[in-house]
């Protein structure tokens, strides 16, 4: 159908639209413009228009009947007869009857009579014409309740309101029609498109959606609201008692919009429905999102918290280790407990959104007990941890109670005076003595290392099975020491006789140089140190005397299991030397740092801890952590001793920097060893001997070790890993030998520059020395008449330099000895000759090809020996 706003209004508004009749002769009333403007109109658009006021009826009546009148009173024959023919080749609905009021002209209507009269036929056969004299002639065909007055009708008709109405029915029409496009294309848009994944998009697009869904509803409610506005113009039946004919009278625009209205609100209430269920979707899909963000963010941290855990052992093999270790996994427990908590949350999370019926219900009740049941392996699997290293602290704890009550006992023998002890009364008290600790003692002194293993079987480590098997020879070793001694007693208190003094044997060689490191104090001079350095009163020497003197006398049996003893009480001793090292560190040095001792401490130490202690915790860290755990290992494996210092040599080179620092710390001590600080720190510790005694425990443990190694050796002729004790002994002899050496080095004075950049220290001593030049008036061999200059030589890697040893005279401690310098000679510039006539204890070093000659004798002929082999291998390399 043609719409109105397609039509010209000025043509449309020349039409009349009138309503029909009633019953079976109801018909439609169309009348045209006047005739010359309406000829005037090209056919198409009167087609256009005709189309469009018969499409109206017919939309609704399936058999619609129309009248067309034609009003042309005033016009000609000619005009009549185009105008029939235009309708007659234009109108496209059923015409029913076409009706003319022929022209009251006396001759029009003569020539209207004799042309229709001949034309008559041409009309019938496309349509129905009847011609009307007067307007009272139409009235015989049509009511005049049908017609306007203008017809001598009554009907009260206004041709441009009707326009006016129908042009806003169409406009309401098609406003209805693109609003259920729009609808209907925003339906598909929230059907089709798809959603991303992150939530801010997901919130965005809800958030578009939703101001275009209101703005839909704004244009519906605009829409509805201008129908209701329509429809409220036209005039309706009265409601109340209308009939069926009545109600089959309203005007068809008023049912157009009526149905128009129906068909908005329809869709409406269609598309409300649609909205609630999209909008329902796109909020739990975004609940969803979070839900699984959440989860997944809560997830990977317990996962990844779980990874972390599970790399902490939950064993240990110290008491510092596993409290460490108990720290660190506290500290996972805290954020554990914080992560299960966010767990809880998002579970519960999870259950609201079940709770409210969310369509992913099954993935997130799986999502739920998933996070779950990590949460539940992380909290057990931190209980399960933190048992074992409860039980294994308890473990470590009774061990080490064990190793107390040891060195506690170790400790009151070692104290115990044996002059004192030599009278019946003496003796006697020193045995109470040992059967109050003993009977104190009595429960760590009885472990049972089965029960320990029936106690801990489920955290017990090869390590912890080591020193279980330690602590039970140690506790052996004590237990027979005291044994012993109460043994020694009761017979002193039967026969009332004056006990052997027990003495400390002195090493099989003796010391083969001197040493300025150790002051008379101590009653020893030369080095490496004897094995009874320390004063008959301190602790190493009475602690170790009673197991040196029974085990390892060398005129006793040589068998495996004195070769076991010696395994064992070399351990033992590297137990108690760590042992000291730290109860110095922390009883001593730390506490120069303690604010509450800091007004107790001399100015002369303030800052200058290292020159008293030097690298002592350097020397603690390797023992600690690795030497004496290398030692334990040797408990099932004697042969692999000799291997624990070979592996290891290098890292007992930080001995030689200790040493060479000695005569510093000895010097500091002796200008405060009277300060309230240190007697202070010894009352706490409840040390019986001062701190210089434990500052000599490096050198004398560095001097201790090729004791044990050649006691060792003696009981290892038959047994594997003999050569690699040889040269483990060999080592630690060259050890001592180069630490001596350091120590003459840093008393060399007068050298300008830098001794390190010389190289190693290889051989150090004193000679006789004769020298020459080439151009000079004496003669070689007139040499053995001069009186020879004494001096000390150095041989360094890459030159060998000569001192003269001087005196320093003071008093006591102060009295030192120094080394000037005099001068030196490039190895790369040096030659020997082995032999020089006269005394086979000498021989000859010549630089830059004679051209300065040096004859040196040596005290034997050994040490000329050993000196050409070490400038030999100089030569030689250099010659590589």
Known sequence: ???????????????????????????????????????????????????????????????????????????????????????????????????????????????????????????????????????????????????????????????????????????????????????????????????????????????????????LKEDITAVTKEGNLLLSSFEEPDSGECSQDQHHERPGDWETVNRLLGQLHEMETAFDGFWEKHQLKMEQYLQLLKFEQSFQEVKNAIEFLMGQQAELPDTGDSVPQVKQRLKDLGHFDGMAQDLIGKAQVVILHGHQLAANHHYALNLICQQCNELRHHSDVLSDEIKRKQMRLQKTLDLHTRLQQALQCCDEGAYLLANQQMDKCQSKEGAQKALQDIERFLESSSAYLNYDSQALHYDFESVLTSELKCQIQSVQVKLENVRSMFENRQSCFKKLLDKHVRPVQLVAPRPENPPRSKSPLFSPKHGVNGWPPPWDVVRPSSIGWTYFMPL?????????????????????????????????????????????????????????????????????????????????????????????????????????????????????????????????????????????????SYL??????????????????????????????????????????SVNDSMHQISITGYDGDLSELGKVLMQGSFSVWTGHRKGPTKMKDLARFKPMQRHLFLYEKALVFCKKREEHGDGYDKTSSYSFKHFLKMNAVGITENVKGDHRKFEIWYSGREEVYVVQAQTVDLKMAWLNEIRKILFKQQE
């Open 1 to 215: 159908p043609i719409c109105a706003k397609d039509i010209s209004d000025d043509l449309l508004k020349e039409f009349a639209f009138l309503s029909g009749g009633r019953g079976k002769d109801k018909a439609w009333i169309i009348t045209l413009p006047d005739n010359a403007r309406f000829n005037e109109v090209p056919e198409e658009i009167v087609s256009k228009v005709l189309t469009y006021l018969t499409s109206v009826p017919s939309q609704h009546e399936s058999d619609t009947k129309f009248i067309l009148i034609l009003d042309r009173r005033l016009d000609t024959w000619t005009s009549v007869k185009m105008t029939l023919q235009k309708i007659a080749a234009s109108f496209p609905g059923n015409l029913h009857l076409v009706m003319v009021l022929r022209p009251t002209g006396f001759f029009q209507r003569t020539f209207t009579d004799i042309g229709f009269r001949f034309s008559q036929e041409d009309f019938l056969l496309k349509l129905p014409v009847v011609m009307l004299s007067s307007v009272s002639d139409l009235l015989t065909y049509i009511d005049e309740q049908q017609l306007t007055p203008e017809f001598g009708g009554s009907l009260e008709y206004c041709h441009s309101e009707w326009v006016i109405f129908r042009t806003a029915i169409e406009s309401f029409a098609l406003t209805v029609k693109e609003i259920a496009q729009m609808l209907q294309s925003f339906g598909t848009e929230l059907a089709e498109t798809e959603l991303p994944d992150d939530m801010y998009s997901i919130e965005r697009i809800l958030a578009l959606r939703t101001e275009k869904y209101y703005q």
């Open 548 to 692: 040196w003197d029974a085990r390892f006398s060398s005129k006793g049996p040589r068998s495996p299991a004195k070769h076991s003893h010696v395994i064992n009480e070399l351990i033992e001793t590297e137990r108690v030397y760590v042992e000291e090292l730290f109860t110095v560190l922390t009883g001593y040095r730390a506490e120069m740092d303690n604010p509450a001792m800091l007004i107790l401490l001399p100015p002369v130490l303030r800052n200058r801890k290292d020159v008293l202690f030097g690298n002592m915790p350097e020397i603690y860290d390797f023992h600690n952590k690795i030497f004496l755990h290398s030692l334990e290992s040797c408990l099932g494996a004697p042969e692999r001793v000799g291997f624990c210092f070979l592996d290891r040599r290098e890292d007992f080179q930080m001995y030689e920097k200790y040493c060479q620092n000695k005569p510093r710390s000895e010097s500091l001590w002796r200008q405060c060893s009277e300060s309230t600080f240190f007697q202070e720190c010894q009352r706490k510790l409840e040390h019986k001997l001062g701190l210089d």
């Open 696 to 737: 000599l425990k490096p050198v004398q443990r560095l001097t201790k070790y090729q004791l044990l190694l050649k006691e060792l050796l003696k009981y290892s002729t038959s047994c594997d890993g003999v050569q690699e004790l040889q040269e483990a002994l060999v080592a630690m002899l060259d050890l001592l030998k």
